[in-house]
């Protein structure tokens, strides 16, 4: 592992948030034409689904642990389906919850090549999609690191980072 | 380029992703286009366009999926005399060194890198065109 990999607290690494901000940033530009504009990040102490649909992937890369959640509100992945697919959705069906899962692989993925060039050890996830409410036990989870993400119509969506 | 009526497999466990391959592969004039969601549904399909006599010209297949991954079905094809020199694209979220060592050395026509726009897929499939049209044929 690099100097520029060694282990602190993955809240506050600057390496992992920017990776998957670029990689977010850089999959909406690619796939959907879709610029984005990157809010403040905040701390929470626990994990709240903050839209209606989700795509989450465990994220193992010794000796960390932890799950990243991409949270859409309905509005923001309505916006980038429309720009993407061409095709107008109005409820989170199971097209919708699919490409949550596609972009979320994406997200991941872009973002695994960028952390394990600079010597993290992230390995393949396969990501799943969760619609309506859930939590992250407690004893899973720890607190977890949101990052707000603005389309150019102004709705919102959310990485959330959380590490145990 | 491959001819108009050349048969594709495109392989992803995201019904959004063989959506978008299937949109690119349309805008270039390619509609022969059959769909599985894994390396395990997509390789009976491979078995039976070829028992029919209407083989499949190239193989599009995402790398990570449950059951059979993309690198796994690459690698049945090449084991098999049938699909040795059959074109095959591995779509991949991860561009690591070894990973693409690793296709390269199964056996891999070409891969292309998610996120992609519907340009680098057709430079990608140019750039197999110009490898396969070059290939000896077979005797």
Redesign the interface.
């Known amino acids: 592992m690099s100097a520029a990999a060694k282990v602190q607290n993955p809240l506050f690494d600057k390496n992992l948030i920017n990776a998957f901000v670029d990689g977010v940033a850089?999959?909406l530009i690619?796939?959907a034409q879709t610029k984005v504009s990157v809010g403040r990040p905040f701390i929470e102490n626990s994990f709240k689904l903050k839209g209606d649909v989700a795509g989450m992937v465990g994220m193992v890369a010794p000796p960390m642990r932890g799950t990243l959640v991409i949270s859409f509100p309905k509005e923001a992945i309505f916006s980038i389906l429309k720009n993407?697919?061409g095709e107008t959705y109005t409820e989170v069906s199971s097209?919708v919850a699919?490409?949550v899962?596609?972009l979320t692989?994406?997200f991941?993925?872009?973002a695994?090549?960028s952390l394990?060039?600079l010597g993290y050890k992230f390995e393949?996830a396969?990501p799943s999609v969760v619609r309506g409410e859930f939590t992250i036990s407690k004893n899973q989870g720890g607190a977890t690191l949101v990052i707000p993400v603005e389309l150019e119509n102004k709705s919102q969506f959310y990485i959330e980072i959380t590490v145990t | 380029m491959f001819p108009a009526n050349t048969k594709f497999l495109v392989i992803d466990?995201?019904?959004?992703?063989r959506?978008?391959i299937k949109?690119t592969l349309s805008e270039l004039g390619y509609t022969n286009v059959e769909e599985a969601d894994d390396g395990a549904t997509g390789w009976p399909l491979i078995e039976a366009a070829t028992a029919k006599n209407e083989p499949f010209g190239f193989v599009i297949s995402d790398w990570?999926?449950?059951k059979m991954q993309g690198i796994d079905l690459l690698k049945k094809c090449r084991a098999d005399a049938k699909y040795r020199a059959l074109p095959f694209m591995l779509v991949?979220?991860?561009?690591?060194q070894k990973q693409i060592l690793e296709a390269a050395k199964a056996g891999v026509s070409d891969y292309v890198v998610?996120?992609?726009?519907s340009a680098t897929l057709k430079q990608k499939l140019e750039k197999v065109w110009a490898k396969v049209s070059q290939a000896p044929k077979a005797a």
């Open positions: 850089k999959t690619t796939m993407m697919l097209e699919d490409a899962g596609e692989n994406m991941y993925g872009s695994k090549t394990n060039q393949m396969i | 466990d995201f019904a959004t992703m959506k978008i949109k990570n999926m449950p991949t979220a991860e561009s690591e998610k996120p992609f726009n």
